[in-house]
């Protein structure tokens, strides 16, 4: 366990009065540095600290301690991910450490074993752009970032009065390009942005954009990137917005929100949870046999509240979440409540009134 504290707890923590970060193994409390506690791998063996003076999100420099050697960046840096294992990390930053990083413009890059290798590139890139880090694989693997640059064959629009805002995913050596959205001038990935990465690599968008030809309207859509292949999710006739919910691990079963009715159970104009697998919606917040239409539903992503979002197993195979619906015969209160569907059943979990997820 890593904690920070002002207090000094070991003889040889050279700093009596500042911030101290410390290790905690085995009932025994070790001095670390005089820094910042950034991350950490499962076993504790890899652990990354560094200073912030001015930035809530930047260090203004990053080390990483590894079985006691320490190893660091002595440039300004903001944290992006790490594996599992602490071996890798992506990092953001305006300095140049690489010999293909030409500019002062901010970069994504991969550290592993002392090495940094600049992921925000590809063929035709070289304009002076800002990169910013989007998502990655669990592994780190599979790499998302996004910038107004275009590279790797992405295109800038035929309106010269345009801006294009680009998502790309950096496998390998070969970056790919996930989807292109127009924005307007000075502005950052305007109604438009990835939304979540799966552990395998799947990336799951929402965008105003109609990025395949089956999305014939302006609204928000949902789309999964999966294999090298942009796919809409959130498909229907209708023209109303839908919204990421949660991914499984795996990235096989996206859940989403949206008013449209995309099934046949779904009989009203409120907000409905659906399930989408391979090519297949389902209704996921569907009443049970017998249960009555009236009764209002709860916006989950509205207010963008964590407590509020569904929840999905690793495998799939549950997922909770909170409705106003009244689902089952069970639920009387007409208030907020916490549903889990399993197996094809709907189960009210909050036999309390105005049940929230816990």
């Not at 592993?112 to 002076?128: A, E, K, M, Q």
């Not at 839908?242 to 409120?270: I, N």
């Not at 909170?322 to 197996?343: F, I």
Request: include cysteine; glycine fraction near 10%; hydrophobic fraction near 35%.
């Amino acid at each position: 366990m890593f904690f920070e504290t002002d207090k000094r707890l070991t003889a040889d923590d050279p700093d009596a009065d500042g911030l101290s970060l410390y290790r905690w193994h085995s009932g025994h409390t070790a001095w670390v540095s005089n820094a910042h506690f950034a991350s950490a791998s499962a076993d504790g063996r890899h652990v990354l600290f560094g200073i912030r003076e001015n930035d809530d999100y930047q260090y203004d420099w990053l080390f990483e301690e590894h079985d006691g050697v320490s190893a660091g960046l002595n440039v300004p840096v903001m944290l992006d991910a790490v594996s599992p294992d602490g071996s890798a990390i992506v990092f953001s930053t305006r300095a140049a450490l690489s010999p293909a990083d030409a500019d002062t413009c901010r970069d994504v890059y991969v550290r592993s074993n002392d090495i940094n290798t600049l992921v925000s590139t590809g063929p035709g890139s070289g304009d002076d752009e800002n990169a910013h880090f989007e998502g990655a694989s669990t592994d780190l693997a599979h790499i998302f970032f996004s910038s107004h640059e275009a590279m790797a064959g992405a295109g800038i629009g035929t309106d010269p009065e345009s801006l294009y805002w680009h998502v790309y995913e950096r496998a390998g050596d070969t970056t790919t390009v996930v989807a292109s959205f127009p924005t307007a001038p000075n502005s950052y990935r305007l109604g438009s942005f990835l939304s979540t990465v799966s552990d395998d690599g799947g990336a799951f968008l929402e965008t105003d954009a109609s990025l395949v030809p089956g999305d014939g309207d302006h609204h928000r859509d949902v789309y999964e990137y999966v294999d090298g292949a942009t796919h809409l999710a959130s498909t229907g006739p209708r023209d109303y917005d839908a919204y990421v919910g949660a991914v499984s691990h795996d990235g096989r079963r996206l859940l989403f929100t949206t008013v449209e009715s995309l099934a046949q159970g779904d009989r009203d104009l409120f907000d409905d949870l659906y399930q989408h697998t391979g090519r297949t919606t389902t209704l996921v917040s569907r009443r049970e046999d017998g249960v009555s239409d009236a009764g209002p539903a709860y916006r989950w992503l509205a207010s963008f509240n964590r407590m509020a979002s569904p929840l999905i197993s690793a495998d799939g195979s549950r997922i909770v979440f909170t409705t106003e619906k009244r689902l089952v015969p069970s639920d009387r209160n007409g208030l907020p409540d916490v549903y889990e569907r399993s197996h094809g059943r709907t189960r009210l979990l909050s036999r309390q009134p105005g049940g929230r997820l816990p």
